[in-house]
């Protein structure tokens, strides 16, 4: 499967400042990754589609103009969380595709913000 | 639409006793169901997946049975070992790379 990271590991930041996260796809290129928030003790929920070369699909109800995805090659996309809030503050986990005829996605370690 | 529920939120089993986790979903036409595992701050880990044209798979220690009938399905893990405390997410891929997560079940392995 691909190996996926994520930079930081964790980030705390004050409120209405801007937090930029990583998500490498280490071993393959990525056309596409997608971009996760999960809350304490919830479950995932899939906030955007990062697509390689062209502008990213949100789901309803995530701000665009706040969660800024850029997908600038085949192995890094960034979501930049701006002006963030303590409400912000989430586990983002981001994921990348396999080469499988299965559909099946493999996820990076996650970053943990907190916003003060 | 989709929505995929979880029976339980928690599951306390003795260690090497087996784990039934279930899961249910709404739309028939899902076709690719899959189990992962999440450790504390760490990312979802897969552990099995099946596809609607089956209803039994197994890994390693774990099975995972589909009944598209009532629309559940079920992750057993044989032997459970204090390495399996976890939470367990079901997921269903809807059509393309869209994947709708359950809420979890937190499993708890007694020593």
């Known amino acids: 499967g691909a190996v996926v990271s994520q930079h930081p590991s964790w980030v705390i930041c004050k409120s209405g400042t801007s937090v930029k996260i990583e998500c490498r796809s280490l071993d393959f290129q990525a056309t596409t990754m997608f971009w996760y928030r999960q809350f304490p003790k919830q479950s995932l929920m899939l906030m955007a589609t990062?697509?390689?070369?062209?502008?990213?699909?949100?789901e309803q109800g995530v701000e665009k103009d706040k969660f800024l995805i850029n997908h600038a090659s085949l192995t890094l996309s960034t979501l930049t969380v701006t002006s963030a809030h303590p409400e912000d503050s989430s586990f983002y986990i981001c994921s990348v595709p396999g080469q499988s005829s299965y559909n099946e996605q493999f996820f990076g370690p996650g970053t943990r913000l907190t916003v003060l | 639409g989709e929505s995929v529920g979880l029976h339980l939120p928690t599951l306390s089993v003795q260690e090497g006793d087996n784990s039934i986790i279930n899961c249910a979903y709404s739309n028939s036409a899902s076709d690719y169901f899959i189990w992962y595992k999440q450790e504390s701050g760490k990312g979802p880990q897969f552990i099995i997946d099946i596809r609607s044209n089956m209803d039994k798979r197994q890994g390693q220690r774990v099975t995972v049975l589909l009944n598209k009938t009532v629309k559940h399905l079920s992750l057993q893990i044989a032997a459970t070992q204090p390495g399996d405390s976890a939470v367990y997410f079901c997921a269903v891929n809807t059509g393309g790379f869209k994947t709708i997560f359950g809420a979890g079940t937190r499993l708890f392995v007694k020593a």
């Open positions: 990062s697509n390689e070369g062209s502008k990213a699909t949100y």
